[in-house]
Structure formats: C-alpha cells, structure tokens
C-alpha cells in the first residue's frame, strides 16, 4: 500500500529532516519526492510505501501532523487509491 503526503508552509531549515525522521522511525519507506519552494513557501509531496509500517495509519497521519505543526508546517496524508480517485479527470 502506498500513500501521498504534502508538506506546505513558510521555507525553514530542516523540514526535509524532520518529515523523513518521524518516517523512518515508524518504518515508512520514501518512494518519491518532489519540493519547491514558490513565492516563499515550501511545498513538498512525497509518495511512500506502508508495508513495512509498525503503526497505524492514523498514528502516523497524528505523528505526521504533530511534527509538521511543530515546524510550522501544514502535513496531509491520503492513501494512494483515495488521492488518485480525487484527481481522476
């Protein structure tokens, strides 16, 4: 199973570091990642793989969310079926 995750707000030292760090721990492995920075935000999506994850879902999605507001960030987790049924043409 796979998953998207988007990471956005203010461009700071170590977001990259801090998002990858809370992955790794919870054994989620990063398939793919794009970041930019726009007008001064910070924008990154990544897909990842959930196989090997040791947590739930929603864990992960609170853990994600918690570290991401602790740096000033906005973080969204989808599951890869929901995201690509949401941006299906």
């Known amino acids: 199973m796979k998953a998207v995750i988007t990471v956005i707000g203010n461009d700071k030292t170590g977001i990259i570091a ?4 809370v992955l790794a721990k919870n054994g989620v492995n990063i398939l793919d990642l794009n970041q ?7 924008t990154m999506i990544m897909v990842v793989e959930l196989e090997k994850m ?5 864990e992960l ?3 994600l969310q918690i570290s991401g507001k602790k740096i000033g960030m906005s973080v969204k987790i989808q599951h890869e079926d929901i995201f690509n049924s949401m941006h299906k043409i």
Request: aromatic fraction near 16%; charge should be negative; hydrophobic fraction near 35%.
């Open 61 to 63: 999605k609170d853990k």
């Open 36 to 42: 930019t920075i726009l007008q001064g935000y910070f």
């Open 54 to 58: 040791d947590i739930g879902f929603m």
């Open 18 to 21: 801090e998002m990858s760090s």
